[in-house]
């Protein structure tokens, strides 16, 4: 059912593949400043990692990318090009997916004290706060010192937001 009186609109949603690395990493580094991301003092290569991106009639139109380690999932980079749409939903849910099959426990993503909107996003979504990181941007300006001082808003870019959404033993694909 569209939302707010407006019509629908299609998109695909698919995995990323190696040959979509080039455009995935110019929307990273357009959208974060590079693809080198910093999560818990952790700095990484989003560019590199597997994720899902959408597209509305072949065009890209979102990206979400992820990484499983030691049975938790981490969602490091989600962005929508075309917002409003569902776009933003549907990647999640991908990731949920991928995360299931990988027999993850939990999922779990860093968001800054600035980011509104993605609070919002993730809680209307099953997420909860899990641990706030004060002043966690200073270390992280240390590893990728183009993090703008100010965020949206103009809000200082100052702490580290960690949510969460815990899956369920029976959510998981039985192990053999
Ligand atoms: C957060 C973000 C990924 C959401 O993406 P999106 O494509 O707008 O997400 P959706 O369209 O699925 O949902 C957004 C809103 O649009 C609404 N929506 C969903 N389908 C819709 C449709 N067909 N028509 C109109 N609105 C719709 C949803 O209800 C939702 O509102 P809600 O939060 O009140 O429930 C996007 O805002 C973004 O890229 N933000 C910048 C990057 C960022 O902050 N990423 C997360 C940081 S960790």
Same mark, same amino acid.
């Given at each position: ?76 980079? =989600?962005?929508? @090009? *075309?917002?409003?749409?569902?776009? #933003?939903?549907? &990647?999640? !849910?991908?990731?949920?997916? +991928?995360?299931? $099959? ?13 980011? =509104?909107?993605? @609070? *919002?996003?993730?809680?209307?979504? #099953?997420?909860? &706060?899990? !641990?706030?990181?004060?002043? +966690?941007?200073? $270390? ?16 200082? @870019? *100052? ?7 815990? &899956?369920? !033993?029976?959510?998981?694909? +039985?192990?053999?």
């Amino acid at each position: 059912m569209p939302a707010r009186g407006h019509l629908p609109v299609a998109f695909t949603i698919r995995p990323l593949t190696d040959r979509d690395r080039p455009w995935a990493a110019r929307l990273l580094s357009a959208r974060w400043g590079s693809t080198r991301m910093v999560t818990r003092g952790r700095l990484f290569d989003a560019g590199a990692l597997p994720g899902f991106y959408a597209t509305i009639e072949d065009v890209p139109s979102g990206l979400v990318t992820y990484h499983l380690a030691r049975g938790e999932c981490e969602i490091t980079t =989600l962005d929508s @090009l *075309r917002e409003g749409l569902g776009i #933003g939903t549907a &990647l999640l !849910a991908a990731v949920e997916r +991928a995360a299931r $099959e990988a027999g993850s426990r939990r999922l779990w993503l860093i968001t800054t004290n600035d980011n =509104l909107h993605a @609070l *919002r996003f993730y809680q209307r979504r #099953g997420y909860t &706060l899990a !641990a706030l990181y004060p002043d +966690a941007l200073a $270390e992280s300006r240390r590893l990728k010192p183009e993090i703008p001082l100010l965020g949206l808003a103009g809000i200082p @870019l *100052r702490d580290e937001i960690e949510l969460e959404k815990r &899956l369920a !033993a029976g959510d998981r694909p +039985a192990r053999a």
